[in-house]
Nanobody
Framework: VRLVESGGGLVQPGGSLRLSCAAS????????ETWVRQAPGKGLEWVSS???????RYAESVKGRFTTSRDTAKNTVYLQMDSLKSEDTAVYYC???????RGQGTQVTVSS
């Protein structure tokens, strides 16, 4: 199982980013994937998940602003982040829920 995140960067408040999580060693459709983040000096925070049935769930702090999806042809999971706030600054990781496998993370910095 291997997960590789990309798409992070520096963005101004109110901006958007789309994170990608390319998976190998398993088929994303057959497993639940989650996005978690870790802000400086804080613990891991669950952000969103997408189940095998395609149902998505979100933390209250990102609901209405973030959208999780997946592309089965590319075996990739996405996190579309809109209306970004400074408090969204963190390293973002995708995980495969059953094994706990996690990628190396991608840094998102929201700052003017």
């Amino acid at each position: 199982v291997r997960l590789v995140e990309s798409g992070g960067g520096l963005v101004q408040p109110g901006g958007s980013l789309r994170l990608s999580c390319a998976a190998s060693g398993f088929t994303v459709n057959n497993y639940k994937e989650t996005w978690v983040r870790q802000a400086p000096g804080k613990g891991l925070e669950w952000v969103s998940s997408i189940g095998t049935d395609g149902v998505t769930r979100y933390a209250e702090s990102v609901k209405g602003r973030f959208t999780t999806s997946r592309d089965t042809a590319k075996n990739t999971v996405y996190l579309q982040m809109d209306s970004l706030k400074s408090e969204d600054t963190a390293v973002y990781y995708c995980t495969e829920a059953s094994s706990g496998a996690r990628g190396q993370g991608t840094q998102v910095t929201v700052s003017s």
